[in-house]
Nanobody
Framework: QAQLAESGGGSVQAGGSLRLACVRSGSRLSSYCMGWFRQAPGEERVVVATHDTDNSGIVADVVKGRFTVYRDNGKTTLYLQMNNLKPEDTAMYYC????????????????WGQGTQVTVSS
């Protein structure tokens, strides 16, 4: 059964760094595009970054230059390296997977993780 499990969230001061990890299980997801989303209280869930099976990663403009998305060599773990964190980065971060990255960027996700909380204080 395909599953996604996030870890690595926490509380940091502005300017700090965190690395989130999403471990996928189930061979079905090996051909899926994976991505990171975030949802702040009272706001919609938005895409932060995606990483395709050809090892190409894209991050949203709002985090470009601060966040990096990549997978491990075995491609079972998706990472989101977050540097120079800002209070506006505070949100629940979710890992998602879909057949194509285009689907993720338009909000269609076939699998979700449970999420990990990131809190950035000023």
């Amino acid at each position: 059964q395909a599953q996604l499990a996030e870890s690595g969230g926490g509380s940091v001061q502005a300017g700090g760094s965190l690395r989130l990890a999403c471990v996928r299980s189930g061979s079905r997801l090996s051909s899926y595009c994976m991505g990171w989303f975030r949802q702040a209280p009272g706001e919609e869930r938005v895409v932060v970054a995606t990483h395709d099976t050809d090892n190409s990663g894209i991050v949203a403009d709002v985090v470009k230059g601060r966040f990096t998305v990549y997978r491990d060599n075995g491609k079972t773990t998706l990472y989101l390296q977050m540097n120079n964190l800002k209070p506006e980065d505070t949100a629940m971060y979710y890992c998602g997977a879909s057949l194509t990255c285009e689907r993720l960027w338009t909000g269609y996700t076939d699998f979700w993780g449970q999420g990990t909380q990131v809190t950035v204080s000023s």
